[in-house]
Each structure stands twice: as structure tokens, then as C-alpha cells.
T-cell receptor
Framework: DAKTTQPNSMESNEEEPVHLPCNHSTISGTDYIHWYRQLPSQGPEYVIHGLTSNVNNRMASLAIAEDRKSSTLILHRATLRDAAVYYCILRGASSGNTPLVFGKGTRLSVIA | SQTIHQWPATLVQPVGSPLSLECTVEGTSNPNLYWYRQAAGRGLQLLFYSVGIGQISSEVPQNLSASRPQDRQFILSSKKLLLSDSGFYLC?????????????FGQGTRLTVV
């Protein structure tokens, strides 16, 4: 799977939008962009994924650049419960049974 | 609905003692199963994964082993724990590709080796 680059940490005020960037300049045409997050003392949980078009779900939005070399996870209104480590992971169509490999992710702090 | 059970939640074990952590999945069949470890302040490290009964792939040679005696049961073991085995152990499952893209994680076991 192609490599992703994320900032080590970010900070946001509560109730404000948060834009978490992810660079993946070596992404291939069949790579899906997945986001997971890990709340303190818990296992990671799936957030969202996409291929080319922007995606929305109840947790977040995913904005994918036109050249697909970067993407942004958008939390529309950060809450204290959104404080977590956010992981951006690429998964190719040919990944098959290979496991998810997590990088260091971005640690998001939310300030009340 | 599918659920994943992992126990115990916390464990304190002396150096040199054995270890057995169990993970079971309900509500699905033939899942891919994974064991990850997260040392304090570190990232998630993949330890083992299994695509079927008796099929185990090891990612990092170490003091641990894994077994899958049943379709929805995944066990992590050690004969003699080391201090460096301390960490947060997570079990996860995932359906075969294109039948589901998400991986689901258990609540984890926090192991402290003393």
C-alpha cells in the first residue's frame, strides 16, 4: 500500500470545524483512502473512506483532491469526544487479505 | 449484527509467566482476524493475522504466538512474558474485500508485565 503523510498533531477549539490533511502523492488509481480514529484507551474505529468523489457520513466528510494526491478529513463541529489519533490509510483494490497498516496518524486535541 | 469480544480488559502478569488472550467474533463467518499491539506512546504494530482456521501469518518475530482453533476465535499466547511485552493488545476482524471494507476492533487488553 502507498505511503501517507500526516501532521503529528493538531489542535482545535470546541464547536469549530477541523480539517485534517493527508498527503499521498504515490497513490495509485485503484487505491481507496480510508480514515480511522483511535480514542484514548480504545481500539481504532472506522470513520470514512472514498476513492475519487467527496464523501459524507454521520461522522465526517472526506474531501479528495482532484489529482488524488491529498485528502482532507473534515469534522464539521469538533467536540471534546473527537479528541483522538486520526489515521489516513490507503488500501488498493489488490490488497486482498493484507492487513491494515497504521502509521503514526495525527493526534487531535480539542480545547473547550 | 457483528460483535467482537476481547478479554480480559486489563492484566498484570509477572515476567516469565504465560499469557493467553482470547478474541471471538459473533455474527459473521470466515472473517480475517488480526492481533495488534500498541506500546505506551507508540503506534499500532501488527503482530499476527489469519485468513482461516489454522492459518497464521506472523509479521514480527517475537516472544508471542497466535492460533485460530475455530473460525471466529483468535488466541494470542506466550510461554514466558518479557517486560517488553507490556502494551495494549487489540484484536480486529474484517470481511473479505468487497464484502466490507471496514475493520472492526475490540476494546483491547492492557497488559502490564511486572
Amino acid at each position: 500500500d502507498a505511503k501517507t503523510t500526516q501532521p503529528n498533531s493538531m489542535e482545535s477549539n470546541e464547536e469549530e470545524p477541523v480539517h485534517l490533511p493527508c498527503n499521498h502523492s504515490t497513490i495509485s488509481g485503484t487505491d481507496y483512502i480510508h480514515w480511522y480514529r483511535q480514542l484514548p484507551s480504545q481500539g481504532p474505529e472506522y470513520v470514512i473512506h472514498g476513492l475519487t468523489s467527496n464523501v459524507n457520513n454521520r461522522m465526517a466528510s472526506l474531501a479528495i483532491a482532484e489529482d488524488r494526491k491529498s485528502s482532507t478529513l473534515i469534522l464539521h463541529r469538533a467536540t471534546l469526544r473527537d479528541a483522538a489519533v486520526y489515521y489516513c490509510i490507503l488500501r488498493g483494490a489488490s490488497s486482498g487479505n493484507t492487513p491494515l497498516v497504521f502509521g503514526k496518524g495525527t493526534r487531535l486535541s480539542v480545547i473547550a | 449484527s457483528q460483535t467482537i469480544h476481547q478479554w480480559p480488559a486489563t492484566l498484570v502478569q509477572p515476567v516469565g509467566s504465560p499469557l493467553s488472550l482470547e478474541c471471538t467474533v459473533e455474527g459473521t463467518s470466515n472473517p480475517n482476524l488480526y492481533w495488534y499491539r500498541q506500546a505506551a506512546g507508540r503506534g499500532l504494530q501488527l503482530l499476527f493475522y489469519s485468513v482461516g482456521i489454522g492459518q497464521i501469518s506472523s509479521e514480527v518475530p517475537q516472544n508471542l504466538s497466535a492460533s485460530r482453533p475455530q473460525d471466529r476465535q483468535f488466541i494470542l499466547s506466550s510461554k514466558k512474558l518479557l517486560l517488553s511485552d507490556s502494551g495494549f493488545y487489540l484484536c480486529a476482524w474484517r470481511l473479505l474485500p468487497w464484502r466490507g471494507t471496514e475493520a472492526f476492533f475490540g476494546q483491547g487488553t492492557r497488559l502490564t508485565v511486572v
